[in-house]
């Protein structure tokens, strides 16, 4: 059974590095074919994904979120985490890491951590 788990803090100052880590269990984050996910959900908006790395270790992102964003991973833990820089408020959100895999040219997500919600406030 695969889980997935963000950790990480709840708060983050304006003009500050969010830093949070996704660890997973029951899939290798070196398979291939997977893609690994971070999405947030900002309040009374749609969900957003930021970017993910893949099995091989490319990463890519959004374009709105690239200059501030970096996704790296650990294969000896088996996690990865996510680096967002000079947060603003607009960057209050439930985050989520997720598992996807491209099903007809589209990724889709099978696993989904819980969420945690990040607040950038002084």
């Known amino acids: 059974q695969v889980q997935l788990q963000e950790s990480g803090p709840g708060l983050v100052k304006p003009s500050q590095t969010l830093s949070l880590s996704c660890n997973i269990s029951?899939?290798?984050?070196?398979?291939?074919?997977?893609?690994w996910v971070w999405i947030r959900r900002p309040p009374g908006k749609a969900l957003e994904r930021i970017g993910h790395?893949?099995?091989?270790?490319?990463?890519s992102y959004i374009p709105s979120l690239k200059s501030r964003t970096s996704i790296s991973r650990d294969t000896s833990e088996n996690q990865f985490t996510l680096q967002l820089s000079s947060v603003t408020p607009e960057d209050t959100a439930v985050y989520f890491c997720?598992?996807?895999?491209?099903?007809?040219?589209?990724?889709?997500?099978?696993?989904w951590g819980q969420g945690t919600q990040v607040t950038v406030s002084s």
């Open positions: 997720a598992r996807g895999t491209v099903v007809e040219g589209t990724l889709k997500y099978d696993n």
């Open positions: 029951g899939a290798s984050i070196t398979t291939n074919y997977y893609y």
């Open positions: 790395i893949t099995g091989s270790g490319r990463t």
